[in-house]
């Protein structure tokens, strides 16, 4: 344990001159990549697939895309998925990160009709996957509501757990026999938060500080139905697990003061707290402070009742404990203050209720995302605090990735340089005793990036979205992250010696 320490002290302040033996991941951990059904399928209306959310609000809004696209088509994997196979062989993957379209398998959201196509391609999908010995590790939800349950409320209809455990059953039922790892959902922040009390996803509802807060409530409990489904009635013949992925990004303080740290404290409890806490306290519920803050604003604002709803005591079980593991996607880091950087924001909305500062600190490089900065050790911050916090879990990285813009080739060593530096992180929370079992990039090939469009680009991937074969070709970071899977190991000084990719033997 010792000298585990003084390795892994030695790699973090000088990585190149640890030798390959010190510090090598395991060989049961899963490397994988990472992507989401609307991102990259296309086949929007293929068959009888039903409409979603994201295809309803960009042929009604095509105003809200960056750049006006759109993911009818994406990288068209609904057509190229033996393609997206034979990459994950390229690259060596163990495990294989993707989501299912609940309006693929269910065009009107309930579970009549179920759609044989649907159904059919992700049959194939998955068993394209095995045939190669690549894990699949399935999403149920990651963003593409069927459009006919948003227009019965969607996540804000307290009849939302009872939907989403319907399309459980059918998804287990259809592809449980081959699929072992399930996450529910995926960002409940950004579903709840950007989607429900804001306009920057999909379906721009608007309703802050109330509908978030919703949406909030009844994801957790749907969650948690699906969880149970699971455990009750397949797990036992199927031998799978289930949990769900969290955006956790670290919100630490700007300066080591008790209001700093406090400040922090409740960004993180809004940010993540609020989906993490039900499932993963002690106690189960809400988180305390941000609770009591959001009840306290509520009153003074003139509402009869807290906009944050709370769980009975029998949902608060039902909840608690509700997943076999915890799926990060981690990506940045903000400075909290709790005096310095305020703006102001709308009354009421959640960041009004948190009501803190935030600082990036220009020396952090900068992606093609706004959002997305290279901050140091956010990793490892995230899964010592989440590891302490939540009584050591069993974690799996989910995402976690890098933006370049669409110019910017195949070159790319900003990315590999952000990828080293996040899987040190990985192998210091691992040291340290973090039961971190694996770790997926995003994105195996760039993909339409929500409001974004196709202006931001993740892909170890490049994909020519010009041509309507969608050829994808790796880029220079595909190849470090294929040795890094390979060897086991984080060689800083290793290049490439060519640009052209194969698959290694056994693949
Ligand atoms: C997280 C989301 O899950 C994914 O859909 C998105 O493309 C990446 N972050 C990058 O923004």
């Known amino acids: 344990m010792k000298v585990a320490l003084v390795l892994s002290v030695i790699a973090l302040g000088c990585s190149a001159l640890v030798t390959k033996q010190e510090r090598r991941f395991p060989d049961d951990f899963l490397f994988g990549t990472a992507t989401a059904s609307y991102q990259i399928e296309g086949g929007w209306n293929a068959d009888d697939k039903g409409e979603n959310i994201w295809d309803h609000m960009t042929h009604n809004h095509p105003n809200v895309i960056k750049d006006g696209s759109n993911g009818d088509v994406a990288a068209d994997t ?10 994950m062989r390229e690259l060596g993957l163990d495990a294989y990160r993707f989501s299912l379209s609940w309006s ?34 399935v999403t149920l939800y990651h963003w593409d509501l069927p ?90 013949s199927q031998g799978g697990e289930c949990g769900i992925t969290i955006s956790v990004n670290w919100f630490g303080p700007l300066t080591d003061t008790e209001e700093d740290r406090f400040a922090a404290e409740i960004r ?38 807290s906009r944050l709803p709370e769980f009975t005591e029998e949902e608060k079980q039902f909840v608690r404990g509700a997943s076999d593991f915890f799926g990060v996607n981690h990506y940045t880091a903000y400075l909290i203050s709790a005096t310095e950087h305020i703006t102001q924001n709308v009354v009421p909305s959640l960041y009004d209720d948190v009501g803190v500062g935030v600082y990036v600190p220009e020396e952090w490089p900068q992606s093609a995302s706004s959002w997305l900065t290279e901050s ?14 939540y009584n050591n879990p069993k974690f799996y990285i989910t995402e976690n990735g890098w933006s370049s813009p669409p110019s910017s080739g195949l070159i790319d060593d900003d990315r590999i340089r952000y990828y080293r530096a996040a899987l040190e992180n990985c192998l210091d929370a691992i040291d340290a005793g973090v039961r971190l079992q694996g770790y997926m990039a995003w994105s195996l090939m760039d993909n339409f990036e929500w409001m974004e469009g196709l202006t931001e680009r993740f892909g170890l991937y490049h994909v020519d979205f010009e041509d309507p074969l969608r050829p994808r070709t790796a880029r220079k970071s595909a190849f470090v992250y294929k040795e890094i899977i390979k060897t086991r190991v984080i060689d800083h000084s290793y290049e490439p010696a060519t640009m052209t990719m194969t698959i290694d033997e056994g693949r």
């Open 104 to 137: 693929r398998i269910l065009p009107d959201g309930l579970s009549n009709p179920v759609s044989a196509a649907g159904i059919a391609f992700y049959n194939n999908y998955i068993d394209e996957m095995l045939k190669y010995g690549i894990t699949p590790m």
């Open 268 to 305: 993180r409890q809004a940010e993540w707290g609020l989906y993490a806490e039900p499932i993963f306290s002690e106690q189960g519920g809400f988180p305390k402070e941000f609770t009591e803050r959001v009840a306290q604003k509520s009153a003074e604002q003139g509402y009869r009742s």
């Open 376 to 389: 140091p050790d956010s990793i490892l911050n995230v899964l010592n605090h989440l590891n302490q916090k």
């Open 78 to 87: 609904y057509h190229n998925y033996k393609r997206d196979v034979e990459m």
């Open 147 to 236: 459009q006919k349950l948003q227009d019965l409320g969607g996540f804000a209809n307290p009849l939302f757990p009872d939907w989403f455990e319907e399309y459980a059953r059918v998804v287990y039922d259809n592809f449980g026999d081959r699929v072992k790892h399930w996450i529910t959902f995926n960002e409940p922040r950004e579903i709840c938060l950007e989607g429900y009390g804001s306009t920057t996803k999909a379906p721009i509802l608007n309703a802050t500080g109330i509908g978030s807060y919703l949406c909030a409530k009844y994801l957790v409990l749907a969650h948690a139905k699906a969880y149970h489904l699971y455990n009750n009635e397949y797990k036992s």
